[in-house]
Every structure is written in structure tokens, then in C-alpha cells.
């Protein structure tokens, strides 16, 4: 049973997609970018810090796996390239104007569920207690990068991952967009790319094995009952309309 929450465009979008032309046609992407930006960054950082503020958590989901996981420094920077991701997701969404539609809808979706997840986070916190790992290490050269890191990311905010439930989503639906095209081997390398992001996510004790699974299974989850009967139906005469009168 599809989920419908999300599916019809919001009239917020209205100027950037009468005017997605502008700005060398950036216009409607830098939009979209912002939304995440505001809409998501700015809530995950208020709720990491009230968790923080809070301390308690409702469970661990430390396992012995977790443990067996070495420490890998240089394992930060596949880490990070998740906020490529972002602006990767709304500046090839805009091929052509289907493309377009489902773009909108797909920026959409990714606030609602990540707002749906912020309640997990409030309901169900867990806190990550394996930086020990890494404030015992010499770091050298990669010593600012997690003192940046853990300055700005409290250890909270855990299951189910976000840097995975995105980054999947974006692989997904990049996947869709461009599988057919004649250098659909950059999708492999994204692919390939995304397997490192997920391992970095362990390996840099940002998160457990727990959340690495959890993450995964509310983006596939998502995936096939909400987010791809929503695109699909963006090729239909309903959505088209809607969009036009925007």
C-alpha cells in the first residue's frame, strides 16, 4: 500500500518552478538544496543538542560486532562526501522536465521522512559510546578533521542512520534517472562510492552495526511504498496538471 503523504507539489515551490530557468537554470536546484539545508540540517543539530542536553538514552544497540570493527582515520573523508549528495540529487534531477517533477516530489518525500525520523530520534534515543576509540588514537594529520566533526555532531541522533537513509535514497533514485543512459558506468562508481560511505559510517565509530541496518531498512522500506509509487506517478496526467498550475 503506497504512501501518499508528500505526493502532490507544494505550493512553496511555485516561483522557483515558474522561474527554474533562472540562474543559468539553477534556480529550481538551489531551492531545493536550501530546503534540505534548513529544513533538515537545522533539526537534526537542534535535536542532537537536546539529546545531549537530556542525556539519556532508551537503549543501547551495542552488539560485540561493533567492537571487532577497527578504527580507520582516513575513513572520514568517504564519511563526508555526504553532503555531495545533496546538490548531486537536485542538479541531475534536472534533465527534463518528468526528471523535474519527480525531483520535486523526491526533495519532498526526503523532509517528511527525515522529519518522521527526528521522531525516532526524540522517542528512542540511543547514544554512541565507541569514540573512545578514536579520542585514543594519534591522529595527526586527520586530528582536526574529528575535532570539527565532533564539535558539530553530538554522539546522539543514532538509529536509524541518516547519512545512510539519505545517501541510499539518492543513490535510488539517481539509479532511476540515468540507469538507461550510455555512461551508466558512473552509476557503478556511485554505487561502488556509496558502499565506501556506508563502512565509513563503522569505521569511524560515528555508528553502530545497528543503525547501519536500520538505516538501510527504512530507506528500502521507503523506497518501495512511498518514494517510487510517488515518482511513478508523477508521469500522470493528474501530477502534470498539478505542476502547471503551480
Not at 537503549?59 to 572520514?76: A, C, N, R, Y
Not at 543503525?211 to 508523477?234: H, N, Q, R, Y
Request: aromatic share 16%.
Amino acid at each position: 500500500m503506497a504512501i501518499k503523504w508528500g505526493c502532490r507539489p507544494w505550493k512553496v515551490w511555485r516561483s522557483h518552478w515558474n522561474n527554474k530557468t533562472k540562474l543559468g537554470g539553477y534556480r529550481l536546484p538551489i531551492a531545493l538544496i536550501c530546503a534540505i539545508i534548513i529544513g533538515c540540517g537545522l533539526g537534526y543539530l537542534a535535536i542532537n543538542n537536546l539529546a545531549a542536553w537530556r542525556d539519556w538514552q532508551a537503549f543501547s544497540p551495542q552488539t560485540k560486532l561493533d567492537g571487532m570493527i577497527p578504527f580507520i582515520p582516513w575513513m572520514i573523508v568517504p564519511y563526508a562526501t555526504l553532503y555531495l549528495y545533496y546538490p548531486m540529487a537536485a542538479i541531475l534531477g534536472m534533465k527534463d522536465e518528468a526528471t523535474q517533477r519527480e525531483n520535486v516530489i523526491f526533495h519532498q518525500i526526503i523532509i517528511l521522512l527525515t522529519f518522521v525520523i527526528f521522531g525516532i530520534f526524540l522517542l528512542m534515543p540511543a547514544e554512541v559510546t565507541i569514540r573512545s576509540e578514536v579520542f585514543e588514537a594519534k591522529l595527526g594529520f586527520w586530528q582536526t578533521w574529528y575535532d570539527l566533526l565532533h564539535v558539530v555532531d553530538s554522539p546522539w541522533n543514532a538509529w536509524p542512520s541518516l547519512h545512510i537513509v539519505q545517501s541510499l535514497l539518492v543513490v535510488l533514485v539517481t539509479n532511476r534517472w540515468y540507469s538507461k543512459h550510455k555512461n551508466n558506468f558512473l552509476i557503478y562508481v556511485l554505487w561502488a562510492l556509496w558502499f565506501l560511505l556506508a563502512l565509513s559510517i563503522l569505521t569511524i565509530k560515528q555508528h553502530f552495526v545497528w543503525d547501519l541496518i536500520s538505516g538501510i531498512g527504512v530507506a528500502v522500506i521507503s523506497w518501495k511504498f512511498w518514494l517510487l509509487p510517488a515518482l511513478d506517478s508523477c508521469q500522470s496526467e493528474i501530477l502534470t496538471t498539478c505542476f502547471k498550475e503551480l
